[in-house]
């Protein structure tokens, strides 16, 4: 358990039992170590002077042999603070570059019901504040599923993101309307009969999502100006043709 804790803060594999092994002698020779490891004598010099690196140990110099000294693991939780403090001090200048490149769109394949959760928790990171979407109840409810579209809708919610939504009446689902409501900022439109909806997608910010059928499962994500500019005036065109569902 602990190793794989470790694991979790980047001390994995040979690693995480060179600094347990260090830890659990005290002070003790690097062979003594690397043998309580179980690791070979060449391979515990590379990963001590790593692990002294990051400040997690240390070493002294005795009777000419070289000794290695744990220090307070409490290290660990500042070695994560700053690396959040950089992270945090990158940040604005990693996305701009990562936003630079507004003509040359992005295209995201998803597959399987991972993916779909993937693509539809990235709408909740929608700056705008409005999601604009074309669902099929009845594939939402099949995949990912109704567990994960209460819990996904109670954190649209939560985030305070509008939802204008236009379903198929061939696609409903009587025991989950889902239907117009302020409390959970929903406004619904059904679309003219005969328009079935055997997809979902939503249209938010510089993104279309698209999430298949249970049949073909996958998701897909574009990211371009000029597609989601034209997606949601295709959008327009269908919430004017389409008629207000009655609110709850």
Known sequence: MLL?????????????????????LGEATVTA????AGIGRTTAYDILDSLVTEG????IEKSDKTYVVAEDPAVLLRNMEQRMRLAAEALPEIQAIYGSSLFKPRIRY???LDGIATVLNDTLNCRSGELCGILSMV??????????MGNYIHRRIASGLKLRVVRSPSEEVNNQSW????DDLREVRLSPQG?????TSYIYDD?????????????LLIQSVEFAGLQKALFETLWAASTPASPS
């Open 207 to 219: 993104k279309v999502a698209y999430i298949s059928s249970r049949r073909e499962n996958f998701a």
């Open 139 to 148: 594939e939402l409810l099949t995949a990912p599923g109704e567990e994960f």
């Open 4 to 24: 794989n804790q470790l694991a979790q803060l980047g001390i994995s594999g040979k690693k995480g039992r060179f600094y347990l092994a260090a830890l659990e």
């Open 33 to 36: 170590v690397a043998e309580r």
């Open 56 to 59: 997690l140990l240390n070493q």
């Open 179 to 182: 239907p117009s409501t302020l």
């Open 195 to 199: 328009v079935p909806f055997t997809m």
């Open 110 to 112: 998803y597959k399987g």
